[in-house]
């Protein structure tokens, strides 16, 4: 995914945190300024207002829900072992949970190249392979028992 398109995803993985935010603002003034001007019929004009961006919120969070849980499965950067993992964290925790993942494995994600072992093993050379500590340490002392067995007594 080129960057433009991540962005994208970005903006819109981040949508629904900014509606919360928005949502709450909404709900607390019309609490605090009391009824709006409808004369006592029908519902209040910011109800008219946040009810289609309430639906639509709703759209986007199963979409990106879905979206989310395809990728972890097809993206060769998440582990094996967390594949699983991070589809249930996206699933019960997504509000949170995907812009965590977008962050981790979209936007900062490296070119995935052919061959994921390191170069040291990849050389032809054997001898790049032995441990470099053990043959940098001087020769350890053997282990000598002692003579007698110690006095528990």
Do not use: C
Not at 62 to 67: E, M, N, P, R, S
Not at 88 to 97: K, P
Not at 118 to 124: D, H, I, Y
Request: hydrophobic share 50%; proline share 10%.
């Amino acid at each position: 995914m080129k960057k433009p398109g991540k962005i994208a995803l970005g903006l819109v993985t981040l949508w629904p945190f900014f509606y919360l935010i928005l949502f709450f603002v909404l709900i607390f003034s019309m609490i605090l300024l009391g009824p709006g001007s409808g004369g006592g019929s029908g519902p209040p004009p910011l109800i008219a207002l946040i009810f289609p961006l309430h639906l639509l919120t709703m759209l986007i969070v199963i979409g990106l829900t879905i979206f989310y849980i395809v990728d972890v499965f097809k993206n060769n950067r998440v582990h094996k072992d967390q594949k699983a993992l991070w589809a249930i964290v996206i699933f019960l925790g997504n509000m949170i949970a995907m812009p965590i993942y977008w962050y981790l494995y979209i936007w900062k994600a490296e070119p995935v190249t052919g061959s994921s072992a390191p170069e040291q093993l990849g050389s032809a050379d054997s001898s790049s392979w032995t441990n470099e500590v053990r043959a940098q340490s001087p020769k350890q002392e053997q282990y000598v028992p002692p003579s007698e067995p110690p006095n528990w007594r």
